[in-house]
Antibody, heavy 118, light 111 residues
Framework: EVQLIQSGAEVKKPGESLTISCKGS????????ISWVRQMPGKGLEWMGR????????NYSPSIQGHVSISADESINTAYLQWNSLKASDTALYFC???????????WGQGTLVTVSS | QSALTQPASVSASPGQSITISCTGT?????????VSWYQQHPGKAPKLMIY???KRPSGVSNRFSGSKSGNTASLTISGLQAEDEADYYC???????????FGGGTKLTVL
């Protein structure tokens, strides 16, 4: 069974750094891209970026580029989403998803709620 | 890249059918047969309901169907059931260097 298990909820202050994770199991991790999707409170879904775990090639949304970084460690089948300096506007529910092709993702993590507040 | 356009809400009674539209451009919806639809219940992860415009993943009810005409894709749900009440999002491939784009989402209320 394919599973994506995300790290737990986080509460941080503006300016702090944070890394959340997404561990894949039940499939060959390097065969599928992992995407991160943001859902701000009461809002819709937004593709943030994606990584090819086989070579760590990444794409980012123009609205996100430079503010977050996506990485992966194929030795432990885990993808990461990292911020160096959080803002209050980063408060959101973050999902990872395994990309089957294009915009098709049949497996999702359970979501990680990030709250940034002073 | 602009978001795809979906109606904010639709509603219908159990047993009825509804169609949710998703309008993009020739650079996304109209240019590729790579439109997916996701169902999301509050606080839960999205669930893939339709991919490649009109394909249904294993385990998804055949009450869900997808289609496309020009720059507009559509999701039809027939025989509405209470558990269909959720938010529905379309998303389309745009090109190999971009992530794709989501619609704003449609809240389906089963009366």
């Amino acid at each position: 069974e394919v599973q994506l298990i995300q790290s737990g909820a986080e509460v941080k202050k503006p300016g702090e750094s944070l890394t959340i994770s997404c561990k894949g199991s039940g499939y060959k991790f390097t065969n599928y891209w992992i995407s991160w999707v943001r859902q701000m409170p009461g809002k819709g879904l937004e593709w943030m970026g994606r990584i090819d775990p086989s070579d760590s090639y990444t794409n980012y949304s123009p609205s996100i580029q430079g503010h977050v970084s996506i990485s992966a460690d194929e030795s432990i089948n885990t993808a990461y989403l990292q911020w160096n300096s959080l803002k209050a506007s980063d408060t959101a529910l973050y999902f990872c998803a395994r990309i089957d092709s294009g915009v098709t993702a049949s497996n999702w993590g359970q979501g990680t709620l990030v709250t940034v507040s002073s | 890249q602009s978001a795809l356009t979906q109606p904010a809400s639709v509603s219908a009674s159990p047993g009825q059918s509804i169609t949710i539209s998703c309008t993009g451009t020739a650079s996304d919806v109209g240019g590729y047969n790579y439109v997916s639809w996701y169902q999301q219940h509050p606080g839960k992860a999205p669930k893939l309901m339709i991919y490649d415009v009109n394909k249904r993943p294993s385990g998804v009810s055949n009450r869900f169907s997808g289609s496309k005409s020009g720059n507009t894709a559509s999701l039809t749900i027939s025989g509405l059931q209470a558990e269909d009440e959720a938010d529905y999002y379309c998303t389309s491939y745009a090109n190999s260097d971009t992530l794709g784009v989501f619609g704003g989402g449609t809240k389906l209320t089963v009366l």
